[in-house]
């Protein structure tokens, strides 16, 4: 052993030496086998990203084209926003373990420098340990809040990427319009080009006019720029596409493929069941309510108590006395209980009224978005029939026959019947018609993939999709007004009992007796089937005065601002904030620890009540909450109200416009038979019989426009009623008057035209619209004083109204905050409960209160200043203050101008009602008959005849414009100055 021994000292240094050795030895081998790794992950990524890096580039820079689902589902994988909405959401489902666990327990050690000296020894140290368990349910009811939370997230990502799809589509059928137009100038300039050398062969052969070859150059400049603004256009497309691409500005775009023509094979109510079924913000709304109603549930745990478990522990040491007691130096051990008191009815119940006001906010909420996602849809399929038969117009009828017809002219230009001008106009006609062909195309295109956005039509998205189904539905609560003023000043208490009775009444408009008599009762559910007092109410013609209170009372966006107007009263009712009471209660409850002695670290037991002057603070600041809240109720009626007073004056325009251009068509007909009779005497040319083929045609397409946008407006009125979409207001569902065999129905598939729009052979006479406006239908046309319309405004619009709201609240707040330096009631309780002997009474070593007023604090201030009033958040308070108040001004000068351009306006549409109708219509009528006559007879050309029928159409159309311009021009006066008058 002592050779063994002696060895292992006298060879130390070589075996330290081989030890360190062979330490370096592994630690390079190991950084060595790092590093190795780490560039062997590194060339994979690299792989990876040069594959990927490919993989776009061969999807943009190969001669194939690209379809417009390849780069919808490139978009898919690289845009940033869906990533974005896709992170959202994990962290959605991330907060789910967040809300159902319990608080983090507490741990407390506390050290004494100088022992406390108790019966059985000094306490040189405690600890204790408490957890606080919040009451059976509170968390599962939490942890189903978020749940909803994630299934909203997911939605909202589902959103997002039907949003991104649709910016694709629009942008790819735009550059391929821009594209196919291109490629339509450039083939239209060459042939303009050739006309050129045609007119200049033609001018010096004596053949055609100077004229002709200055119209010629013109044309050909014209479509010169028609192709540098395309062409700049096209760049901008691009740059548009490769945004939302996640590329480049300037990357490039190869050839797109042009995608079918595919017809939408579903009607129009079916498309409303889909949007009902999959369209993600109806969806949401569903989920807001089933949110709210888990906050009712969640709101209801006030009313019990959250409980505390503890344990304690405190170290004793040996008492230093001569006859120490048996059980001398024996540590203490105590359990802790504690629990909240929620006592205080009158906050508990504000809580949860407010919970079920929420819940009724976001029903009339979805209502309103069902409602609005509906009108769109309506509107939108409008556009599609529309461009769909456009395209079916321009490919089947017009273009073919301007084609036609640019032969013939060639044909008789050469022969010497002809003019070169006739030739050059219809040569622009057929370039006209080709770029309306590529533009209804692209509308078509954009308007699809907007309607499946819309109806919400599945897109693999490439995530997993799956949507938690655990949120309790069919939940009924019965509401109750539980509402109380304690704490509130007289004055608060007024104010609120004004503002609820304001909540009742509209601020912008005022309904006269006999509407609010007709309308009682009908404030029901949008979706629910209407009394029958309002069925026949809308058949019989109703004025706009009654559809305004039907708007007041039912719409679903007044509804909603109503239930918040009630929210915010229910969350300032009870407005003493009673949480610190309770807290000092836990503090009591956690003080009771007998048997081991009063503690310096323990907190006092002594409850603190705010001062006076500071539960009025709350008060009129509540009250001002609610001011705020009845402004934004009456910016949602002010919106509503306008919204129904310009579709009324639209619906009124169309009607007008219906009968107007059914009776230019009538006429447009007779003038095609006199041109076909001039024809066949060989008195005029075939030129003449088209152009007025192609003006029927036009005309025809024209009436059914019409008739889908009064179809529009219709909608568009009951979605602001919140009434059925199926029914009947007045007598709007007029027939489409009488379209010629030449339009070309019989080339579109029978089931994409719903059965409404498909017009009859004839039209019978009693079922034309009156000639001349009814009498209540006609705008007053009396213009106010614009200084009358300053102050109303000033005074009246909801804006201002709001600023000033929030300015003096924040006053009341900063005022409240000052307030609070004033010393607090004291109930009684000593401050020093720990050290009673040498802090109280005759034996007291120092006085329980300050005597004297120190100089840094001065004469007559409080004896506890709040150190908060000279903190930075005061002063960020005091400048968002004045803040708001530049606001204030910078609104008042935008509303001057709005009140300003809204008057011009009305003033310009009364100016111009009055000129049609008293000059202007009478001698285009007047033209008219001796136009028709001078062509019968010779003496006028057919250009010059149809330019007086269009002309006589035109300014009937723009009196009937005009009048519904003053109606227009008076309702946005109306919402801008905040008061009908």
Known sequence: MYVIINYIFENEAVMIKKFILSTCTTMCLFVFTEIYLLNQANAQLSAHSSVSEAQKKDLFSNNETISLSEIISYTLENNPAIQISRERWQQTEDQYPVAISLPDPQFIVTWFPRPIETRMGPQDWNASISQMIPFPGKLATSGKLVETDVAVAKLKTDATAQNIAFKVAASFHELLYIRQAIAIAEKNLELLQELRLLAETGYAEDKSLFIDVIKTQSKLGQISYDLLLLKELEQTETTAMNALLNRSPDAFIGDLEPPPITYLEYPLEQLYQMADESQEEIAISRLNIKKAEIGVDMAEYVKLPDFKLGLFYASIGNPDVSMPPVDAGEDAVGIQFGLTLPIWAGKNNSRISQARSRVTEEKADASDTANSVRSQIRSLYFKLNNSRRLISLYSDTLLPQAQQSMTLAGNWFQEGKGTFADFVEIQSSVYNFQLSIARARADYGKTMAQIQTLVGKPVDYGYDS?????????????????HQNSGLSPKAVRELQEAKGLKERSSFITLSPDIEKKLEGIGGKGNAAPPIQME???????????????????????KAAKAKVQAEMNAFTQVENLDQILYRYSAFTEALMNGVGPMESSEPISKAFPFPGVSALKGRAAAQSVKIALAELGMAEREAITAMRK???????????YTITSETLELFRKLHKVADSLYQSGKTSFQDVIKITIKLNLLEDNIVSIHESRLNIKSEMLALMDLPRDLSIGVDDFPVGTLGSSYPYDTLPSDTLPPETLPPDTLPPDTLPPDTLPPDTLPPDTLPPISTIY??????????????????K????????????????DPGFSRYDDKAVSKVGSAATNPAFATSISPSRGAGSPLKPWIGTTMPWLEQTRE???????????????????????????????????VYGDSILDLSSSALGVSTREYEAGRLTFSEVTASYSEWLNIRLAQAGAIRDIGIARAELQRITGKSF
């Open 647 to 657: 579709a009324f004056w639209q619906g009124i325009y169309l009607d007008k416009a």
């Open 466 to 482: 799956t949507n938690r189904e655990t949120l309790s539905q069919n939940k009924k609560h019965i509401d109750a007004d539980n």
């Open 791 to 808: 102050a109303m405004a000033f005074e009246n619009r909801h804006e201002l109204i709001k600023i000033r709201a929030m300015i003096t």
């Open 536 to 558: 026949k109410l809308l058949q019989n013609s109703p004025g706009l005065p009654l559809l305004e209170g039907i708007v007041l009372k039912r719409n679903a966006g007044i």
């Open 810 to 825: 924040m006053e009341q707040m900063l005022e409240m905050a000052e307030t609070m330096i004033l010393p607090e009631p």
């Open 880 to 914: 968002e203050i004045i803040s708001l108040g530049h606001t204030l001004e910078n609104k008042e000068a935008e509303t001057r101008k709005m009140v300003r351009n809204a008057w011009s306006d009305l003033e310009k549409a009364i100016r111009s009602a009055r």
